[in-house]
């Protein structure tokens, strides 16, 4: 199978070469040719400018062309570079630097997950507390006030459960 699969591949690559046409192109006809004078240019200056440069290479080749160089060179003095000036390196941090740990924990957990300033569950439970003591204590003076009285009338009662 493999084999066959190497002939066919073969067989596709060298299709288009079985194909190619070996005749040559038809000439172009003079009125598909392109019109110089329509694309902006001048065929005069290009003229010009290649008897220019021929005329250059003959005189390099011949050692008779006049070579001026010139060097420029500008003295001055380098603007300062202050790469830390308007930063407090010793008072808060960096600007641009790495986030810091909260900084961090905040910029990733949403507004919704995180905890308050004071956990709200936790102040209602202590409330609830309070006010559950306070509620007990009140119970247990009721009580001992009703022993006294009834004790007072002469009645036999039990001690109340409650300790205060």
């Known amino acids: 199978m493999r084999e ?6 073969m067989l596709s690559l060298s299709l288009p070469a079985w ?6 192109a038809p000439p172009v006809p003079a009125e ?3 019109d ?5 240019v001048s065929l005069a200056r290009i003229e010009r400018g290649l008897r220019v440069t021929a005329a250059r290479e003959k005189q390099k ?15 001055g003095q380098a603007p300062k ?18 986030p810091t740990h909260r900084q961090f924990i905040e910029h990733v ?7 308050p300033v004071a956990p709200i569950s936790a102040l ?3 409330v609830a507390m309070q006010f559950w003591e306070k509620s007990k204590k009140t119970r247990c003076e009721e009580e001992i006030a009703n022993y006294r009285a009834l004790l007072m009338q002469g009645v036999s009662v039990s001690a109340p459960r409650c300790t205060q």
Request: glycine share 10%; hydrophobic share 45%; proline share 6%.
């Open 81 to 98: 570079i202050e790469v830390l000036k308007g930063l407090d390196l010793f008072n808060g941090p960096v600007p641009g630097s790495s």
């Open 36 to 40: 110089a004078t329509k694309l902006g």
């Open 19 to 24: 194909a190619q046409d070996t005749a040559p």
């Open 109 to 115: 957990t949403p507004q919704i997950y995180r905890s």
């Open 4 to 9: 066959l699969a190497l002939f066919a591949l």
């Open 32 to 34: 598909a040719q392109i």
């Open 124 to 126: 209602a439970g202590w």
């Open 61 to 75: 080749q011949n050692g008779s062309a006049l070579r001026l160089e010139f060097q420029v060179q500008v003295y």
